[in-house]
């Protein structure tokens, strides 16, 4: 372990007991503030839930059948928090309440009641809470909520249930308070500022709170939100989790006759072109860093609120990612260096993959990251030989924490080093659009630069590209692990087929298009592959591999060609033969 490595880890060490001294020196004054959120009596305002609802769900909660996250669990009769979950994130999702909104959804009087009785089984036994509930991210999803769904809760509830709620509910935002000295920083935090500013905000007599949380709100949004709209973490996903709290919370402020902080307002203003510079034609996001599946419905939902309605902007410069359009083609590519370690716990070593859309039909993906189950594919998914780039001598190009006890400590795995200068050029030229860009994730170990030439043509029918290996000006490479692979993983829903002459590969998209990968130099594998982020799980997919040495071939041409018998091929033709209309 280098000696950068050995600092980076002390930081978050240091980090790391400072969070806990802080938290235990709270929790022994947490019993003697009694006062916060101070006297409240009602409830003044119950924000909009923005996430989608499914009101058949509610007659399987009745019937006492809970399904999340892929698992069901049947209570017959017992309470559902006293059962022993089967998973980690079925346990989460039950513990967040956020299913009370299928409740709402059906919105019956049996509902409201099976809401009820589900609501106060739980604030009735708070000395059997789980720590998955008492967890940062979970504790601020169930205060948000509870608070969106008291119209649920409270429509037919008598006087008694009124003031007990209201105390079950105190006591979580108590808690919430505390428990934000101790949490990792990133989301969860961003979330549990976000969850404080809503009970500020709709519980009564809270006026100095409103201040107080407002000032916190901005010093994250601040932190956090990166000048061009992309979040610290460098995870697309992170745009959706904190946009579909963040609009409402604006709305409440305005509700509450509030000015929003500006930081709030412009965050929001930043946040929402990034979702289309994300989107491919299909609708999907690109997967990098952490990111799994993009719920389709609350991307239409948030994509809604955005009033621009333009095309995605073509770079990223602060978040660190380059977006190529012509005319049907979309190439996404990662050209940035690592988040900071604090915010890098699912973070990737993906620097320099891309990938490649044509119109619906993804072509050219990262494996991504499934939405549950998350522990059993971690080291594989983060690994860059899980993205559609270059892998020498089977290494990331960043290292992670991977010591057991240190990633207790430290609550994940975060990186330790990785590229440290990212470098990119972009040009318009005659042709199409041109792509340089590289990085040093190499350089220490293997004392070589990685650098990726991209060009994609104006007609979007080619995409060329190059890949190299070499020492930096002036010097060697030093290194005698020389072996490389170059990965190109192909969407499941692309049918793959090698060539005979073992130099190219036919790909059939589900629109029909034919394309051809080639690399005319180079002997082509097809290889099995899996796609993680599917919203049914993990698929078994196909992966294009070229493998070579570093002495004999420090690079690679290749190229992504759309066949001219394609009907997409034949609509452009058509287009450009198309005379152009008189002006009357």
Not at 152 to 171: E, I, P, Q, W
Not at 381 to 390: E, G, M, N, P, Y
């Amino acid at each position: 372990m280098s000696v950068a490595q050995r600092r980076r880890i002390s930081t978050l060490i240091v980090g790391r007991f400072a969070r806990n001294v802080m938290s235990r020196a709270s929790g022994g004054s947490m019993a003697l503030s009694r006062l916060w959120p101070g006297r409240t009596d009602r409830l003044t305002i119950a924000p909009h839930d923005l996430r989608t609802a499914d009101a058949t769900r509610a007659a399987e909660i009745y019937a006492g059948r809970f399904v999340f996250a892929g698992k069901i669990v049947t209570c017959h009769g017992r309470s559902i928090f006293d059962l022993e979950p089967p998973s980690e994130d079925w346990e989460v999702a039950l513990l967040g309440f956020g299913w009370l909104r299928h409740l709402r959804a059906a919105d019956t009087a049996l509902t409201r009641a099976n809401a009820r009785s589900l609501v106060d089984d739980w604030i009735s036994y708070p000395s059997r809470r789980r720590p998955a509930g008492r967890r940062a991210d979970v504790l601020a999803r169930r205060v948000i909520s509870l608070l969106s769904q008291a119209p649920l809760v409270l429509g037919d509830a008598d006087s008694k249930f009124y003031r007990r709620y209201l105390r079950g509910l105190t006591r979580e935002i108590r808690t919430l308070r505390y428990t934000m000295l101790d949490i990792p920083d990133g989301v969860a935090r961003l979330q549990v500022v976000i969850a404080l500013c809503y009970a500020s905000l709709c519980l009564a007599n809270q006026a100095r709170h409103v201040r107080a949380a407002s000032r916190r709100l901005t010093d994250e949004l601040q932190r956090q939100i990166l000048p061009d709209g992309g979040h610290i973490s460098r995870n697309p996903g992170a745009l959706i989790e904190l946009l579909i709290d963040l609009l409402p919370l604006r709305q409440t402020f305005a509700a509450r006759n509030v000015a929003p902080p500006p930081a709030l307002l412009n965050a929001i203003d930043r946040m929402m072109p990034m979702l289309r510079f994300f989107r491919h034609g299909d609708g999907s996001f690109a997967l990098f860093n952490g990111m799994s599946s993009a719920p389709s419905d609350q991307l239409a939902t948030l994509l809604a609120y955005d009033d621009t309605h333009g095309t995605p902007m073509a770079s990223m410069p602060h978040t660190g990612f380059q977006r190529l359009d012509a005319d049907a083609m979309t190439v996404i590519v990662d050209t940035g260096a690592p988040p900071p370690p604090g915010v890098s716990q699912e973070a990737h070593a993906g620097c320099l993959s891309f990938e490649l859309s044509s119109g619906t039909s993804r072509i050219v993906i990262n494996c991504g990251m499934p939405s549950t189950g998350r522990d059993n594919w971690r080291a594989f998914a983060r690994s860059t030989a899980a993205h559609s780039t270059l892998t020498l001598h089977d290494t990331s190009s960043c290292q992670f924490v991977e010591l057991s006890a240190m990633k207790r400590l430290l609550q994940g795995a975060p990186i330790v080093s990785g590229p440290a200068h990212v470098e990119n050029y972009r040009e318009a030229a005659a042709d199409g659009e041109h792509l340089t860009a590289s990085h040093d994730g190499y350089l220490e170990r293997f004392g070589v630069v990685h650098r990726r030439q991209l060009m994609v043509a104006r007609d979007g029918s080619r995409l060329d590209g190059e890949d190299t290996l070499s020492p930096p000006p002036g010097a060697r490479s030093r290194s005698t692990e020389t072996d490389y692979a170059l990965r190109f993983h192909l969407h499941p829903a692309v049918k793959a087929s090698r060539l005979g002459d073992a130099r190219g590969v036919m790909l059939v998209l589900p629109n029909r298009d034919v394309w051809t990968f080639e690399a005319l130099d180079d002997k082509v594998e097809l290889e099995e592959s899996v796609f993680l982020a599917g919203s049914d799980g993990p698929r078994r997919t196909a992966q294009i591999v070229i493998r070579q040495d570093l002495r004999s071939a420090p690079s690679i041409r290749w190229s992504f060609v759309r066949a001219t018998a394609s009907p997409s091929a034949a609509a452009t033709r058509r287009d450009a033969r198309r005379e152009p209309e008189l002006p009357l």
